[in-house]
């Protein structure tokens, strides 16, 4: 009897691991498109705008979406979702705004303007434009175009990019098996490469130059402010800052703009020239020399069409010149298969309950190693999520929705600021416990050098977590008006810091020790004439005694 409930007892752990091994393989197995059901439901037609900049691909799109009588506008930055929603209400057009820090609802509007990670796949629209195409090869935000790509519920999707997306959305258009339709354009003046390099000290106007860091874009800036009114614009300035300097050089307040690769999307400058002031960019692993698509995409926003016959582009030194030109002749990298896919809420869900475990980190981990999908695509863990999860899975009493809701944060956890922060918003959905909004730091009078700017920057990015948290949880993040009021105060200060004179941090310490080094010096000056003045004057009382003792 006892062997028999042993061999009952084995054929059914055996059946149970099975089953449990079989769920796990159809759980591991995804057909992206069948995630989808109300894009599928639709006879979608499918078009691809493409070609360079300066081509009026997203011109045309924007046309046809304000044909429309709904539609939707996927950005790829807020900056972009607020152009668009700004276009079409100067157009008579009733909008809605939806980021991920701010949601301008008009209950009227049938047009959405979004960024591209905010896409609702519930509503239904006649157009929807997907702009920037070609950014699905990004590592960390690839998914949100996969993603809007195959599951946008519009009859009609156009989509906007550069030829080097071509391959890429021709391999997914076969995939869903839907009518693609490819619509060329062609840039509407030449771009034309300087035979020589361009020295710093003889700039036209309406010149940018490039750069490929915040410090390198600030000590050009410091350099070049005693010649020429400077712009610039870079990657940690909130969209709001990089708006109001671009305006300053559109309105000629400015002659010279300094970017880094953060004009290589969206922002229509009148830039003449472009001029590249480095070949290699740190690009978060290593140091490494700029690519053709990265030159193409840049030099693209020369010679703004209207405004100039052609575009120019150039460099401030000769090697970089030569490295330009010949990199620039090169054919254009194709973006590669496979594509990347996140994680979705069921699919996390359904591995934590079959691996038996609350910890995100494993969960995402086991999602990349593992995970198979029909068609070009495969699946990939963002690193600033796979960061945020050593976070959170370090924290007692967050559940995995809450742990996953919190990974997607928009954080850096290079900044100190935020890092506090984030680590305090985290503690108040544990305890449920609402948080209210405390900057971490005073406004100074001014910003005198790089490092004091880079605290307020990190400030309004603070700010901006704080901004998408309270959309997401608003009753654990109440005070959405008072951070979005600071926000604006913060950026004014960085506006008005920006235009003003900012010495490099190591220039400040160095003027600090000369400054001390003069203090010390004209102290040990001073104690010398003093120790000077004391001896004489006891000399000359020496000689009066002496004087005195022989009259007496």
Known sequence: MVKVDIICEFIKRRYMKNSWQEDLKILLNCDLKTLYPLARSMNRKLEFYVGPTNSGKTYNAMKKLKEANSGLYLAPLRLLALEGYE?????????????????????????????????????????????????LEDDDRGWAWVNAIIGVPAKRVIMTGSVNALDAVKKIAQYLDEELEIVKHKRKNELKILDKWTSLDKLEDGTALIAFSRAEVLKLKQKLQKKYTVSVIYGNLSPEVRRDEARRFREKKSQILIATDAISMGLNLP??????????????????????NEIVQIAGRAGRFGLFEAGYLGATRRDILNYIEEEFQSPIRTIKPPFKVKINNSQLESLSMHLKTKSLGKVLNFFALNMKFNGPFEAANLSSMLEASRIVDSKDGLTLEEKYLLAQAPITTKSTIILQAYNSYIASVVKKRPNHYKPSITLPQKAITQKDLLLVEDEVKKISLYLWLSYKLPNLFPDHDKAYILRNSFNSFIEKSLKGTLISDDSFVEKRFESRFRKEKNDRTKTKEYNKDVENRDKKANGFRKRSRKTF
């Open 87 to 135: 276009d079409l209400k100067e157009s008579n057009i009733e909008a809605s705004l939806v980021t991920g820090e701010e949601q301008q609802l008009n209950e009227d509007a049938a047009h959405i303007c979004s960024t591209i990670e905010m896409i609702d796949f519930d509503l239904e629209v006649d157009v929807a434009v997907i702009d920037e195409v070609q950014m």
């Open 271 to 292: 830039i003449k020239t472009i001029l590249f002031t480095n070949d290699t960019k740190f690009d978060g692993v290593s140091k490494r020399k700029i690519t053709v």
